[in-house]
């Protein structure tokens, strides 16, 4: 079973603050870090030209084949498998690199809503990223951190656009649902306690998150704290009655009528299970 320090956390490190583009032969430079599991804490945009890329997220094992793109989120437990050695391309970035407008922050909630390749076949695609490597390495002057923003929005807007039920910027009321569960799923747990915090009534934030990310309000919250529960008995040391604890359970017999409903299984069943795999 791993424990804590198993999780390697990779920061941000480029020279550019904020934002570095290069080939994915990087992730065989350095095969014992990009093979293990591995929490970033920043945002991993890959596409693929040709060949597959096979990688496991969130416990979902994924694959890109040519054309193909997909981002990988900060906080996401990821690890890559190099049996194969496709061509393609990595955008690495921190969040603030973007800023925080609310058309930026719309493009990086869309993107945490579905864990599934995206097709970005063509022509614009090769010529962004190669417009963005170029511009990188070029010596720094007033113009290169717009195109190079610009480029990233484009390449994030191609993928949003691609996935059913994206939060877009008319659906304001869900993009500040999500930045808020994100935020306190840990200790807020009732769609009454988003209510008060947006401000809003329950119709239409069930319409509103219904419509983004086909769930209602109360399961997206659930699904969140599944996600967390599931991260932490896989990779963390913390028993079970401490990961439930972290999360707003008063009592272990609620976790685990919590968990055993939502994943099909107990926590220490599917504890033993990824310790088997």
């Known amino acids: 079973m791993m424990n804590d320090e198993a999780i390697k956390r990779y920061a941000f490190n480029a020279p550019l603050a904020g934002i570095e583009a290069k080939s994915l032969d990087f992730l065989w430079q350095k095969p014992e870090k990009t093979t293990k599991i591995h929490r970033a804490d920043f945002y991993h945009f890959i596409w693929i030209e040709s060949g597959t890329l096979l990688l496991n997220v969130d416990f979902e094992t994924l694959s890109l084949n040519a054309g ?118 840990r200790t807020l747990h009732s769609v009454n306690h988003y209510l008060s915090l947006l401000a809003i009534h329950e119709k239409p934030l069930a319409q509103a998150v219904k419509q983004a990310t086909g769930l209602s309000p109360k399961a997206y919250i659930d699904r969140r704290r599944i996600l967390e529960a599931k991260r932490m008995l896989a990779y963390s040391s913390l028993s079970v009655k401490e990961i439930g604890f972290s999360l707003g359970f008063d009592e272990p017999t609620n976790f685990n009528k919590f968990f055993r409903k939502h994943a099909d299984c107990s926590p220490n069943e599917f504890k033993v299970l990824q310790s088997k795999g």
């Open 68 to 185: 193909e793109a997909f981002l990988i989120s900060a906080g996401q437990i990821c690890s890559f498998s190099l049996d194969s050695h496709p061509q393609g391309y990595s955008v690495l970035f921190v969040p603030e690199f973007l800023g925080e407008a609310a058309t930026d922050i719309s493009l990086l909630r869309a993107n945490l809503l579905k864990n599934e390749a995206v097709p970005l076949h063509g022509l614009l695609i090769a010529g962004l990223l190669h417009q963005l490597m170029s511009e990188l390495s070029s010596p720094p002057d007033e113009y290169q951190a717009v195109i190079t923003r610009s480029c990233l929005r484009i390449l994030l807007a191609e993928v949003a656009r691609r996935i059913p039920h994206s939060v877009t910027t008319q659906n304001k009321i869900c993009q500040r649902f999500i930045n808020e569960v994100e935020q306190n799923f």
